[in-house]
C-alpha cells in the first residue's frame, strides 16, 4: 500500500507507524510500505470499489499476512496472520455488541471462550477526548521524571500513545492515570453504558479496564481486546473497536464503523497452551497397481473432490512402490490402492495411515467414510 495510507490512517505517532513499518520506495520513487494491519487496506478497498453506494449496512471480513519490524518473540512475528471483521454504517451500540458476540462464538467453537476475557472501554469522541488528553498532559508533567524518553516523546505527538509503553516504571505511573471513562461526554457515555448493558446481559466474561486504548489513532468510542492468559506479555489475540471517522479521513463521507482482527498465530499458540486440537482436513492418495488402473483413480478422485476432500493421484510417479512412499511423504489421512481385481468388482484397498489398517471396500462408500 502506498505510505501515506498507513500515517494518515493508523496516525504518525503510533509505534507501529514510527517504529515497526517495512517501508521502502518502488521503482516509480512512490513510498509503499507492506501493511501492518487490515482496516485501514479495507477502507481503501471500500472506496475504491464504491461500496459507500451500497445499501446503508455493509459487512466485510478479510483475511491475510501482515508485516511489522519489531524483535520476534512468543506470539510476535515480523510476518503474521489476521482475520477481521468490519461493519460499516451504524453507530449504534448494538453493532458494536453484535460484532463482539460473534467473536464471542469463533472463541467459544474454539473452545477458548472460559480461558479468554473481553477488555473493554470507551477512548471517547473527537469532542470529550480532547479535555481528557489535557488532563492527562498534566498528571505527565507532574510525573515527568517517571517517565521514560519514548513517552517524553509520545507527549508531545499524541499523549493517548504513552498506554502503549511496555516499561514498567511508565506501567506503575499510569496506574494513577486520569481514566477514559472520568472525561466522557454525555453522549459517548451513554452509548458505552449501552454496550456494557448488553454485555452485562450476555454470558461474555468482560471487565471493564480504563487504560486500554488500542495502539491505533483512529478509534472512537468503544475499544476492546481479548486477553488469553498464558501466552506471555503478548497475550493480546483479539481486538478492535469503532472507528467513524476513518472512512471521512480518506475522502469519503461521515461513515461510522465497527469491526475487529483476530491473530492467527497467537490464537494458534493458546489452543496449543490448551491441548485443543481442531478438526483436520481428510486427504487421501490414491495409488494404482499399473496404467490400466488409472481411469478409474480419476473416476474416483472426481468423487472425493466433489465431497470437499483432498485428493492426490499418484499414479504419474510409477512402480507402486514409489507412490506408497510418496502418501506417506504428504501426510495424507488414507491412501487408497487399485489393482486389476479392484477394477473389475469396483472395489479399493483402503489403507488408514495413522492405524495402518487396511480393508476391502465398495468405491460407492468411500464418500461415507471420510463424512
Known sequence: ERTELFVRGIGSSTDIVRKEMFTFEDRGGRSVTLRPEGTASVV??????????????????YSGPMFRAERPQAGRLRQFHQLGVEWFGGDDPLIDFEVISMLNEILSELGLNDSTKFHINSVGCEICSLNYKEKLKAFFDENKDKFCDDCKERREKNILRIFDCKNETCMMTLEKAPKTSEYLCDTCKQHFDKLINLMEKSNINFEINPKLVRGLDYY??????????????????????????????????YTPAFGFAMGVE????????KNIKLPEEKSIAICTISENEIPKALEIAKI?????????????????SKQLKVADKLNVTYTIIIGEDEVKNNTVQLKDMLSGEQKSMKVEEIANLMI
Open 44 to 61: 481503501r478497498a471500500f472506496l475504491e470499489n464504491n461500496l459507500i453506494n451500497s445499501p446503508k449496512y455493509n459487512k466485510i471480513f
Open 220 to 253: 472512537t468510542r468503544n475499544v476492546f481486546e481479548v486477553v488469553f492468559e498464558g501466552i506471555g506479555a503478548q497475550n493480546a489475540i483479539a481486538g478492535g473497536g469503532r472507528y467513524n471517522h476513518l472512512v471521512e479521513e480518506f475522502g469519503g463521507p
Open 266 to 273: 497467537r490464537t494458534i499458540i493458546a489452543l496449543k497452551q
Open 304 to 320: 472425493t473432490r466433489s465431497n470437499g476432500i483432498i485428493t492426490h493421484v499418484l499414479s504419474y510417479y510409477g512402480k507402486i
